[in-house]
Nanobody
Framework: QVQLVESGGGLVQPGGSLRLSCAASGLLFSHTVMSWYRQAPGKERELVATSLGDSTNYADSVKGRFTISRDNAKNMVYLQMNNLKPEDTAVYYC???????????WGQGTQVTVSS
């Protein structure tokens, strides 16, 4: 069975940094699209960053500040978050999308709070 387990959330001050981790199991990780989403209170869930192979994509709001990376040997995906802003406060979710067969899997979410 596919399982995504997230860690690394917490409280940080504006301008600080945080690294989120997502441990995946039960899928062919190297052939899976991995993404980070976030959802703030009262707002829709939004795509933050995506990784497939050597390609990455970012939402405009985090470009230049966040970096998604993956370690295929360890079945891990990370989100390095630098220069955090209060607007980054949200629950962050790890998502895996397999290609064959096509399926989506979600982590449980981890809270990131940016506040002074």
């Amino acid at each position: 069975q596919v399982q995504l387990v997230e860690s690394g959330g917490g409280l940080v001050q504006p301008g600080g940094s945080l690294r989120l981790s997502c441990a995946a199991s039960g899928l062919l990780f190297s052939h899976t699209v991995m993404s980070w989403y976030r959802q703030a209170p009262g707002k829709e869930r939004e795509l933050v960053a995506t990784s497939l192979g050597d390609s990455t994509n970012y939402a405009d709001s985090v470009k230049g500040r966040f970096t998604i990376s993956r370690d295929n040997a360890k079945n891990m995906v990370y989100l390095q978050m630098n220069n955090l802003k209060p607007e980054d406060t949200a629950v962050y979710y790890c998502k895996a999308r397999t290609i064959i067969p096509r399926n989506d899997y979600w982590g449980q979410g981890t809270q990131v709070t940016v506040s002074s």
